[in-house]
């Protein structure tokens, strides 16, 4: 079974950066955010492919924030610049060990493992 756990998350003010981090048990192809904001489905961040790189962004987050991933560590990051308090919510690592499905990427139900969630909460 992989694990998935995720950190970094914490209360910020508005205009600040923080950056999450996941640490996946085994090789994933395809790897990607999920946020949930209170009063909002479950939400497609951004997409990771391995061998390749960043993938897919929501536009909510294009622009401001980046996704990345480090084989050695196997930790997938999502560094976010300029918060707002719209971005706050939980926010989760998914992964799928198959590859990433073009447009279904940022679809929840693609990716067969999920990690727990870390809490991010951006005050005005």
């Known amino acids: 079974q992989v694990q998935l756990v995720e950190s970094g998350g914490g209360s910020v003010q508005t205009g600040e950066s923080l950056r999450l981090s996941c640490i996946i048990s085994?090789?994933?192809?395809?790897m990607a955010w999920f946020r949930h904001r209170p009063g909002n489905e479950r939400e497609g961040v951004a997409v990771f492919v391995r061998g390749s790189g960043p993938g897919t962004y929501s536009d909510s987050v294009k622009g401001r924030f980046t996704i990345s991933y480090s084989q050695e560590k196997e930790t997938l990051y999502l560094q976010m610049n300029s918060l707002t308090p719209e971005d706050s919510g939980t926010y989760y690592c998914?992964?799928?060990?198959?590859?990433?499905?073009?447009?279904?990427?940022?679809?929840?139900?693609?990716?067969?493992?999920w990690g727990r969630g870390t809490q991010v909460t951006v005050s005005s």
């Open positions: 998914a992964t799928e060990p198959q590859a990433c499905a073009g447009g279904t990427t940022l679809a929840h139900d693609f990716y067969r493992y």
């Open positions: 085994e090789s994933q192809k395809c």
